[in-house]
T-cell receptor, first 111, second 115 residues
Framework: QQKVQQSPESLIVPEGGMASLNCTSS?????YFWWYRQHSGKSPKMLM?????GEKEEGRFTVHLNKASLHTSLHIRDSQPSDSALYLC???????????FGTGTTVSVSP | GGIITQTPKFLIGQEGQKLTLKCQQN?????MYWYRQDSGKGLRLIYY???????QKGDLSEGYDASREKKSSFSLTVTSAQKNEMAVFLC??????????????FGPGTRLTVL
């Protein structure tokens, strides 16, 4: 059964620092990776997606993808207290199945 | 844009009771989902429906039933509520299940408490 593994489980980052989150899939049929952010008491919202090898940057957020190893990472630079949240990685596959979500990384940015 | 509404926002039931959660979306999306999220944890898929007349079990379907009444609505029934399933239930929708169509949009959630 396909799994999406995320690490670390939790992360404390000083304000202004860099947060790095990892995600790996075990399914060779994965074609898209998604990163969602969920603030406490709110619903998850899509942050970024990536399907090509390489990196994609949007503001302070950068996503990397290595399709050969099915590994993606999310980097948050100049972390702000508002970045404190649960970050969920998800993978979609060819073949008509639902997204598979990882268990998440909780990021806490300390002022 | 669109919106997903979930009712009720808070649901309190007795152990063993049958309880129904409802979800409506106006994105005109084909695919809808139900997830359970235990406190501070990730999302576990209960049921999803790829199109209006489809129903697929997720990893956590035991103890739940689902019904896709029409394209815009998807209901979840807890067949016999248990104290260990107190959680937030999230409904989501997407255009489809493959490629960039798989982006999911989430409702605000229903918080279930079992007494």
């Amino acid at each position: 059964q396909q799994k999406v593994q995320q690490s670390p489980e939790s992360l404390i980052v000083p304000e202004g620092g860099m947060a790095s989150l990892n995600c790996t899939s075990s399914d060779r049929n994965v074609d898209y990776f998604w990163w969602y952010r969920q603030h406490s008491g709110k619903s998850p919202k899509m942050l970024m997606s990536i399907f090509s090898n390489g990196e994609k940057e949007e503001g302070r957020f950068t996503v990397h993808l290595n399709k050969a190893s099915l590994h993606t990472s999310l980097h948050i630079r100049d972390s702000q207290p508002s970045d404190s949240a649960l970050y969920l990685c998800a993978a979609s596959t060819q073949g008509g199945r639902a997204l598979i979500f990882g268990t998440g990384t909780t990021v806490s940015v300390s002022p | 844009g669109g919106i997903i509404t979930q009712t009720p926002k808070f649901l309190i039931g007795q152990e063993g009771q049958k309880l129904t959660l409802k979800c409506q979306q106006n994105f005109n999306h084909d695919t809808m989902y139900w997830y359970r999220q235990d406190s501070g944890k990730g999302l576990r898929l209960i049921y999803y429906s790829i199109t209006e007349n489809d129903l697929q079990k997720g990893d956590l379907s035991e103890g739940y039933d689902a019904s896709r009444e029409k394209k815009s609505s998807f209901s979840l029934t807890v067949t016999s509520a248990q104290k260990n399933e107190m959680a937030v239930f999230l409904c989501a929708s997407s255009i489809g299940v493959g490629g960039n169509y798989a982006e999911q949009f989430f409702g605000p959630g229903t918080r279930l408490t079992v007494l």
